[in-house]
């Protein structure tokens, strides 16, 4: 089976331009979460999918920060337009049920910078 | 105060040591204690989940939660070069939103 999947694995962009993380989750699962690790800092809840609505967002810095999930399956996390402060390495975790002790499956997670 | 404490190490022991990794966090309505294991380059993989108060042994690994005192650890026994890695305590409350420690480095020298 395969695991959660992110591309790309690096990214390099310069401020003001925009970039487009995806993330594919194990077949199946229904919850589709995004965090983020920014340099020296925890790792931190940006947004939580059911399917594919939007069920907690109260995590995404700013309106420059969009998140989808269409059909369900695959989300995509934009960035527009990208600041130095965006650096960071963005998870993207999924599991199959909607409980508090539901397991987390992380992908290897995006490397954004942004110079 | 940030909500989830953990000392970032890095944590150096010789091969076969005891390993013991802590937490300390401040938000009394935290039920779900987590820990996950990072390697370089990967996601974080979970290791142990408790759920409240107590302890939880998976072959050399033991997790251990202290409510009252807000303290929570992981024990590796015999620890091994493999365990090399980054740990990270976790913690949820009856929501979906999991809060992560700073995580600590731990090397286990050959």
């Known amino acids: 089976e395969a695991g959660v999947t992110q591309f790309p694995s690096h990214s390099v962009i310069e401020k003001g331009q925009t970039v487009t993380l995806r993330c594919d989750p194990i077949?199946?699962?229904?919850?589709l979460y995004w965090y983020r690790r920014v340099m020296g800092k925890e790792i931190k809840f940006l947004l939580h999918?059911?399917?594919?609505?939007?069920?907690?967002e109260s995590g995404m810095p700013n309106n420059r920060f969009l998140a989808e999930r269409t059909g369900g399956t695959y989300s995509t996390l934009k960035v527009q337009p990208a600041e130095l402060e965006d650096s960071g390495v963005y998870f993207c975790?999924?599991?199959?049920?909607?409980?508090?002790?539901?397991?987390?499956?992380f992908g290897s997670g995006t490397q954004l910078s942004v110079l | 105060q940030k909500e989830v404490e953990q000392d970032p190490g890095p944590l150096s022991v010789p091969e076969g040591a005891i390993v013991s990794l802590n937490c300390t966090y401040s938000n009394s309505a935290f039920q779900y204690f987590m820990w996950y294991r990072q390697y370089s380059r990967k996601g974080p993989e979970l290791l142990m989940y408790t759920y409240s108060s107590g302890n939880k042994e998976d072959g050399r690994f033991t997790a251990q939660v202290d409510k009252s005192s807000k303290y929570i650890s992981l024990f590796i026994r015999d620890s091994q070069p493999s365990d090399s890695a980054t740990y990270l305590c976790a913690m949820r409350t009856g929501g979906f939103k999991t809060i992560f420690g700073a995580g600590t480095r731990l090397f286990v020298k050959a």
């Open positions: 975790a999924s599991s199959q049920e909607s409980r508090s002790n539901e397991k987390l499956f």
């Open positions: 999918f059911v399917k594919e609505s939007k069920q907690d």
């Open positions: 077949s199946g699962h229904d919850n």
